[in-house]
Structures are given as C-alpha cells and as structure tokens.
C-alpha cells in the first residue's frame, strides 16, 4: 500500500509534465510514461466475430449491437479444453449476468489493457517498481521491478513481477482468483493461469502489447494474443473517473428495499 500511494501521489505531481515533455528513456530503460488506450473489439470478443444484435436488449437498437473485430489471437483461435469450451458457452448465454464487468468487478489481467477505458503508466526508472492506473473502477496493480513479490492471497488482479528484456518490458502475473473474465464473450481462464505481457514502444507514442496465458486446467497448450496500445496525445490527457459501484446497486440490492 505504501508503495501504491508513494506512486500514486508521483503520478498527480507529473502527469502534466509527461504530456508537455517526454524524454525518451528513463535513466536508460525505455520510457512508458503517459495514458495509453486499446482501439479494438477486443473486449466483447478476443476471436474474430461478426457485428451482431444483443437479442435481449433489442429496444437499443444501434446503441446495442456488438461491433465486428478482427482476432487478436495469434492463430485466430483459443486453445481450449472440451470441459473449458463448455463452460465458455454457458457464459456466453447467461451473458450478461454471468460477466463481472457487470458488476464492476475488477477486470482482471490482461482484460484491464484492452477494455474501452484508457489506463496510465507512471515509472519512475532507476529499477523502481511500476504502477498501472486504470480508469474502469479505479483500479491499480503494482509491477513489482527491485524486489519481486508473492501474492498473499488469490485475487482479482493476481501479483505482478516485472523484468526487463533489452528495451521490453516483461511482466509475468499469477495468483489469480479465476472469477474474472477475458471479454464479453465468456472467455475465461482459472486460478492456474499465468499471463506473461510483452510491452515493446515501437514509437514514442504505440506499445506493442503481447500477452501470453499459460493455464493448464483451461488450454490444451499456452497461446498468445497481440494488439497495439496507443498513447492518447491530446494536451489534456488525463484519467477520468469511471466509479462504476454505485451504476449497480440498483441491479444488486434493489430486491433488498422494504416495501411501504
């Protein structure tokens, strides 16, 4: 926690500096500062699909149609297992109910990178830690670079330890508690699983993001999808708030109220 404040507070201190000037290295290691953004699909559907209707919101309209996108899976396909593939179809019919971003869940890793929010990374350099801010729940995880860490308990967004390769940033997460989901479209993975992200600037202002999921209990081998992130450059560019916990009381509790 202390770590998470002490970058937190670094992150509203420079966040105006990162905009107006970027060095382009950060005591020699790549600089990765700066609100970054994905500009896909990719979180209704990791696979390719088809615009289509949500059948059970059909009074929406336009404003309710799941728009097209390519697949950002290398091979265009998750490897799952028989039981794995099951249960991914049941999500996909009790969707929404059956996805935690409904409930404002924490997101989980890698799905907090590509969901339709922009997200931060504040690094200090000199072998510090980094810190991933995220617009969606004001959520955060600590990328443990000088010291690496083990998760104390299973949890939403696993423990993350970081290495750099070259001018890559590596980042092998685990100690997930299995509940979160890939996308909107019931793709899952359990508590076993390990994400391995790949974070390459191919310039000042696009990451090039490769994640591979390695997860035994769900794939039948270890697979990997890529996508670029974009750095949002307007002047301005800064974290919104997006507290999404009081959008769902109603749908939680409302069963709950006393009737007069």
């Given at each position: 926690m202390r770590r998470i404040l002490t970058f937190a507070t670094f992150a509203l201190l420079a966040?105006?500096?990162f905009a107006q000037e970027r060095p382009a290295r950060i005591?020699?290691?790549?600089?990765?500062?700066?609100?970054?953004?994905?500009?896909?699909?990719?979180?209704?559907?990791?696979?390719?699909?088809?615009?289509?209707?949500?059948?059970?919101?059909w009074q929406l309209g336009a404003i309710g149609a799941i728009p097209a996108g390519q697949s950002v899976v290398r091979g265009g396909a998750i490897p799952y297992l028989p039981e794995a593939a099951a249960r991914r179809e049941e999500f996909r019919a009790n969707w929404p109910d059956s996805d935690p971003e409904t409930d404002c869940y924490?997101?989980?890793?890698?799905?907090?990178?590509y969901m339709p929010y922009p997200f931060q990374i504040v690094q200090?350099?000199?072998?510090?830690?980094?810190?991933?801010?995220?617009?969606y729940a004001s959520a955060?995880?600590?990328v443990a670079i000088a010291e690496h860490l083990e998760p104390p308990v299973d949890i939403w967004m696993g423990q993350s330890n970081g290495t750099w390769d070259g001018d890559t940033l590596v980042i092998e997460t685990y100690g997930f508690n299995g509940k979160a989901h890939l996308d909107r479209s019931g793709n899952h993975?359990?508590?076993?699983?390990?994400?391995?992200?790949?974070?390459?600037?191919l310039t000042p202002d696009h990451i090039d993001y490769e994640v591979t999921i390695a997860d035994p209990r769900t794939f039948s081998e270890p697979w990997t999808m890529q996508m670029p992130l974009y750095r949002?450059?307007?002047?301005?560019?800064?974290?919104?708030?997006?507290?999404?916990?009081?959008f769902v009381e109603e749908k939680l509790y409302k069963d709950l109220e006393l009737s007069e």
């Open positions: 966040g105006t500096a005591d020699g290691e790549p600089n990765f500062n700066g609100v970054w953004q994905a500009l896909n699909s990719a979180n209704w559907n990791l696979e390719a699909h088809s615009a289509s209707a949500l059948e059970d919101f924490l997101p989980g890793i890698p799905r907090a990178n200090a350099g000199g072998g510090d830690d980094i810190l991933f801010i995220y617009e955060n995880r600590l993975m359990s508590p076993a699983a390990v994400v391995t992200e790949r974070l390459t600037l949002r450059i307007e002047p301005n560019a800064q974290l919104m708030e997006f507290k999404c916990v009081p």
